[in-house]
């Protein structure tokens, strides 16, 4: 069974096809509901792919595979051995995140508490308090090389705000992608050897997820501002 997949030298064009799409699928917040926007709590279930994705020329992204393998058990790993000892790509990738179960997304859910925290126009609210509950889903996760033999995470997340009625009234999508300077990037070798170098770098794209979608949903909620 493989260990992972790769994308095609089309990546580019699938991404921006995806953005095109969830653009398309989105939710405008009504004018009504805006006040459900200023309590929010954020559900503790988030989904996520159970794959991890590579984009690589040559065998850049297989030698990084491996290097994610070794640096967990000290040498290279078959993929059976893989395959034996992790549910998943995923689960593989949150023990090199210090061990946390649901490492992945347990991060994701920090970095969106601490921006609605930071925000000006919402709270962060829990149990009955809340007015609206905030699902997350992150829909893609990987890696894609950006140059001089760096690598940069990509993660694609879906956002949607339920009211306590259940509806749906708000939703967008958002992400990090290669090539952005605002973001961190390591070599192979960096992030094989340095585990809290590649949780830092991991949570920092979560945050700026978190906060590019909490900077969208204050515009639905105080346009004019």
Known sequence: MKVMRFF????????????IVSCSNSVDLPVERRADARKIRVSGEIPRPEKIDYSSSG????AFAGGLAGGLVGGMLVAAAVQA???????LLEVMMGGRKGGATLTMKEEMERAIRRSSFTTLAGGSSAR????????????????????????EMEAELLGRDGVVIWSSYNGVYPHNEELPAGSLEEYRNDHARFRSDYRTCCRWVAEQLVDELKWQVEPEG
Request: no cysteine; glycine share 10%.
């Open 8 to 19: 095609s030298s089309k990546v580019a064009a699938v991404i921006a096809a995806a953005v």
């Open 85 to 91: 000892s992790y549910q998943d790509e995923v689960e």
């Open 132 to 155: 609206s509950t905030m699902n997350l889903e992150i829909t893609s996760l990987g890696f894609m090389p950006v140059g001089g033999g760096n690598y940069q995470f990509m993660i």
């Open 59 to 62: 065998g850049n992204a297989a």
